[in-house]
């Protein structure tokens, strides 16, 4: 019992400090977008935020959501397939971006998620959709639950491909977190980061809006991994990209850009790469095994135990600041009992900024500590034992004192 306590307490803290939380500065860099938020996936700092918790339409960012939901159920990317006509159910009607797929088409579910993601495809997702919920309602049902199992609030979906309904909806701030979700998924990883690919049957060649923008608009794009866009006339020009920063992994959104023509959109997460690279550099806390703190275990004959970073603790910073300007503070119980088991929160590492807090990490158990039967004897011993000594000798004085006056 005490075990599953210890994991819940430590899993709590761990998603305190998880959630995205204000950097030491929003940078501000003119963009064309009117909405935008952007963090650190690997620290959780927020380096921009404009208008990131007002609602905004997604588009076809949504579409994120709908690969990375359906990769929770394809258990063989590489299973063919059959296309059905009523997966163009309303495309035309609506005037949405096909990938370009025809009914009774053979495809593998592989070619479903980049017929997604690369030219946006309704027809994709409306397959994927049935394919594997049996309908598109039923999907839409369960990304509404993955909203609700993420603690989104501001988010409701409609539809798996974007298009406009009042109800359909989100915010910056929580697209950069449906996002970072998705990116946990290897698989949803190589298909948000390919810039072009070749259907399995070859009856398909599909490039990434990156790609394209890079081709047709010869913009510098090199800073950024992955993304995806969206336009309907109501949300405008909408961006979900990734980029790497010095080491660090960021996610950038952005909403209601104008010009088409001009990928506007697109234009501002090369700009916020660029700048970011120009004009912030990784600050290294503690190094991979560099030792933090020590304190003492109890219950066991362990002794002192010497707690080292398990992996390069950092931060991504202004290039103006060294890790000489940064305060940076440990809050460790100095004496814990055993048992102390892997994943148990350890110690509270907060960094400070001119006085401000900037950042904590919970550095946690690399490993499990049992106790000693033994040592839990011998701590008891001491415990009832010195007090116990302590009133013999007194007494021993006393009756000594009064035996001398006798």
């Not at 991979?288 to 398990?310: C, N, P, R």
């Amino acid at each position: 019992m005490k075990k599953i306590i210890s994991s819940l307490i430590a899993c709590l803290l761990i998603f305190l400090f998880i959630q995205p939380i204000h950097a030491y500065t929003n940078i501000n860099i003119e963009l064309y977008s009117q909405y935008a938020y952007l963090y650190d996936r690997d620290t959780s700092l927020v380096y921009m935020e404009k208008k990131s918790n007002d609602k905004i339409y997604p588009a076809s960012m949504t579409k994120i959501l709908t690969v990375s939901l359906a990769l929770d159920y394809i258990t063989d990317l590489q299973e063919v397939v059959t296309i059905k006509q009523a997966d163009f159910k309303g495309v035309v009607e609506e005037g949405a971006t096909v990938a370009g797929l025809f009914p009774g088409e053979k495809v593998t579910y592989e070619d479903l998620l980049y017929g997604v993601l690369l030219p946006s495809g309704a027809d994709a997702c409306q397959a994927l959709a049935r394919l594997i919920f049996g309908d598109v309602d039923h999907m839409v049902t369960a990304m509404n639950e993955k909203v609700i199992e993420l603690g989104l609030q501001q988010t409701h979906f409609m539809n798996v491909t974007g298009l406009h309904d009042e109800k359909h909806y989100t915010t910056a701030h929580e697209m950069a977190l449906i996002l970072n979700h998705a990116l946990q998924n290897k698989e949803f990883v190589k298909v948000f980061e390919a810039r072009s690919y070749k259907s399995s049957k070859g009856n398909h060649q599909w490039i990434s809006s990156l790609q394209n923008a890079k081709d047709n608009k010869d913009m510098d794009v090199s800073l950024i991994n992955g993304g995806k866009s969206g336009f309907t006339d109501e949300a405008g020009l909408t961006y979900a990209s990734t980029m790497t920063i010095d080491q660090h992994r960021l996610i950038l959104v952005t909403a209601k850009a104008e010009d088409r023509r001009k990928r506007n959109h697109i234009r501002d997460a090369a700009t916020v790469s660029q700048y970011m690279d120009q004009s912030f550099h990784n600050v290294v806390l503690y190094k991979k095994d560099e030792e933090i703190d020590t304190f003492w275990v109890l219950k066991s004959f362990q002794g002192s135990y010497q707690m080292k970073a398990q992996q390069d603790i950092s931060l991504l910073v202004e290039k103006t600041i060294n890790k000489s300007d940064l305060d940076i503070q440990v809050n460790i119980q100095k004496w814990k009992e055993a048992p102390i088991y892997k994943g148990d929160g350890l110690a509270i590492i907060s960094v400070n900024y001119q006085g401000e807090p900037i950042y904590k990490y919970i550095e946690t158990m690399p490993e499990t500590i049992q106790s000693s039967t033994a040592a839990i004897v011998l701590h008891y011993g001491i415990i009832i034992g010195f007090p116990g000594l302590c009133i013999f000798i007194i007494g021993l004085k006393i009756y000594q004192r009064k035996k001398k006056k006798v």
